[in-house]
T-cell receptor, first 110, second 116 residues
Framework: KQEVTQIPAALSVPEGENLVLNCSFT??????LQWFRQDPGKGLTSLLL?????REQTSGRLNASLDKSSGRSTLYIAASQPGDSATYLC?????????FGKGTRLHILP | NAGVMQNPRHLVRRRGQEARLRCSPM?????VYWYRQLPEEGLKFMVY????????ESGMPKERFSAEFPKEGPSILRIQQVVRGDSAAYFC??????????????FGPGTRLTVL
């Protein structure tokens, strides 16, 4: 049973386009929602953390939203660049652990 | 302020050998978490430790795997008699406070274990 689901699994878009990555979670015990970036063979970089009392967070060209009632989060990337190519992981905080989705592999075409 | 450090970054073992993965948390952090990322899979929680205590090991395989976080020194994830299915990236994270409603964990670069 996949508790955190990310759609699509892979995405290719031309440079300059705006895009949305989707995440859904089935566990109502998940309170905070966090988005990470992972480059091939590398560790995790935290992008945005949305606390349960918040609806969205913004950092530069990134905006993440959280709707706990529907169990959904989105990561919006504006004006995409080739350097944005990476795997984006959605993760829910539950108790003392973080529950990760399998990620969306994003490829920005120059 | 150095981040979470893991070593080695890459580890190759033959079937049946032991693997020891080390994690040094960020300065001032006394809570450590281990996660495993199997090929084509998401990261999965393994164990949560505080200094000298295992708090939650609900994600640890029942056999061959153990973890410790001694009073002095790094946290160690130990895998005995490794098998090919243990090949994965193992990530460590640390936090400055217990797991609460606001638990930001800081991740290390990972150790990539390859079992031949």
């Amino acid at each position: 049973k996949q508790e955190v689901t990310q759609i699509p699994a892979a995405l290719s878009v031309p440079e300059g386009e705006n895009l949305v990555l989707n995440c859904s979670f089935t566990d109502s015990a998940i309170y905070n929602l966090q988005w990470f970036r992972q480059d091939p063979g590398k560790g995790l970089t935290s992008l945005l953390l949305i606390q349960s009392s918040q609806r969205e967070q913004t950092s530069g060209r990134l905006n993440a939203s959280l709707d706990k009632s529907s169990g959904r989060s989105t990561l919006y990337i504006a004006a995409s660049q080739p350097g944005d190519s990476a795997t984006y992981l959605c993760a829910g905080h539950r108790d003392d652990k973080i529950i990760f989705g399998k990620g969306t592999r994003l490829h920005i075409l120059p | 302020n150095a981040g979470v450090m893991q070593n080695p970054r890459h580890l190759v073992r033959r079937r049946g050998q032991e693997a020891r993965l080390r994690c040094s948390p960020m300065k001032g952090h006394s809570h450590v978490y281990w996660y495993r990322q199997l090929p084509e899979e998401g990261l999965k929680f393994m164990v949560y430790l505080q200094k000298e205590n295992i708090i939650d090991e609900s994600g640890m395989p029942k056999e061959r795997f153990s973890a410790e976080f001694p009073k002095e020194g790094p946290s160690i994830l130990r895998i005995q008699q490794v098998v090919r299915g243990d090949s994965a990236a193992y990530f460590c994270a640390s936090s400055p406070r217990p797991a609460t409603s606001y638990n930001e964990q800081f991740f290390g670069p990972g150790t990539r274990l390859t079992v031949l």
